[in-house]
């Protein structure tokens, strides 16, 4: 499990595509992976333990804002990559 810092950006290549970036705070290389839908986005922020608020204001600021960045979450490296699918 790592504990990082979540950067989710909205990638101008589709209307609905998010790359998703975790920088873990240990020396581990960080792990992204692009979702290409909002319901792949709001199954992997579920999936991380946050409350349904939080993932909603999330959505709205990457959506509308291009960015949203959450502090300390917890998850695995294959748990982005089961979410791009």
């Given at each position: 499990m790592l504990t990082g810092t979540l950067w989710i950006s909205r990638v101008m290549a589709g209307p609905e595509t998010y790359r998703l970036v975790l920088v873990p705070y240990d020396n581990t290389p960080p792990s992204?992976?692009?979702v290409?839908?909002?319901y792949a986005l709001r199954s992997f922020l579920a999936s991380v333990?946050?409350?349904e608020a939080i993932r909603e204001a999330v959505i709205e600021q990457a959506t509308w804002r291009g960015l949203a960045v959450l502090r300390n979450v917890q998850a695995e490296a294959q748990g982005l990559e089961q979410h791009a699918a």
């Open positions: 992204k992976v692009t290409p839908t909002v333990g946050l409350r």
